[in-house]
């Protein structure tokens, strides 16, 4: 059962980053892009500190001593995830929701490089094909129809959806790296310290960034509470799923797993944003499917 841990991890993530990515869409139109994204940080702070918290309690040990390797690699991981996550907002403005999830999705093509050229972690033809046929799956779904080509249809959105997936990617290899490089305590608290202090980071710089460049959008981060903390939660809650699953698993395996959002985000699509699928989106999330479940078999 172990061995299928962060599968677990990886599906509860997946299910709470879409939760929270619809959460801080709805958020766009009141605070812009950059406060949008600042919520996840800003909200998602405390609960990262009280998980952490809670874990060196429950393992009666204290935080693990912090190198400069893992808070280099850290670093690296919480400034590409700020960048990817306003990105990903900007192209949700303009797309559907499910369309620019499932181009996020890309994500694992990009892991997979990082990956052996960061991590060393070697890339099996099981593993290949995996992440062949999902990605497949995702192009599918994200080409433009012929009648969103003749219709005022925009790139924008799209390649912000891909560029936001290969820094997406870049984070998940600067996190994992840094969970890896501390050298004492077991997984869970070697990934609770590590999202400890990216958040503490995340909020910190974007925090500075605003009351520089924008104080009444930082003045309506803290009037939008009510809103704000719902994503919040859910953000951090989802990053403490990703980080537990980065820690015993490879980041490959880990953001193609991750391909389900794409059925979490059809959902809410369908529920809360009332956009539904076409035939040709039907096929690619098959596609993704297939994909998912050849690398739980590998």
Known sequence: MSGYLW??????AAGGQTLRNALQRELTTTLGTVGATHVRFLYGLPFGLLFCLIVLLYNHTA???????????????????????????????????????ALTKTEPVHVALFGLIVLGET??????IAIALATTGVLVM?????????????????????VSAGVFALSA??????????????FVVRASTTLALGLTIQTVLLSAYLYI????????????????????????????MWFLAFAIETAAKVRTLALIEILFAGLISRSLFKQGLLSREALGIALVVAGVALLLNI
């Open 7 to 12: 599968v677990v991890f990886t599906v509860i």
């Open 142 to 162: 994200s080409w433009p129809s012929r009648a969103a080509t003749t219709e005022a249809f925009s790139w924008k959105p799209v390649v912000l959806g891909l």
């Open 63 to 101: 935080l693990p001593p912090l190198n400069p390797t893992m808070i280099g690699w850290t670093l690296v991981g919480a400034l590409t995830q700020i960048c990817a996550t306003a990105m990903l907002l900007a192209a949700m403005r303009d797309k559907s929701f499910v369309i620019v999830t």
């Open 213 to 240: 460049t924008s104080r009444q959008t930082l003045f309506a981060l803290f009037g939008a509470w009510r809103q704000s903390i719902k994503a919040g939660f859910m953000g951090a809650f989802a990053s403490q």
């Open 173 to 186: 290899i600067g996190f994992r790296r840094g969970i890896l490089s501390l050298e004492q305590g077991n």
């Open 123 to 128: 890339l099996t033809p099981g593993l290949a």
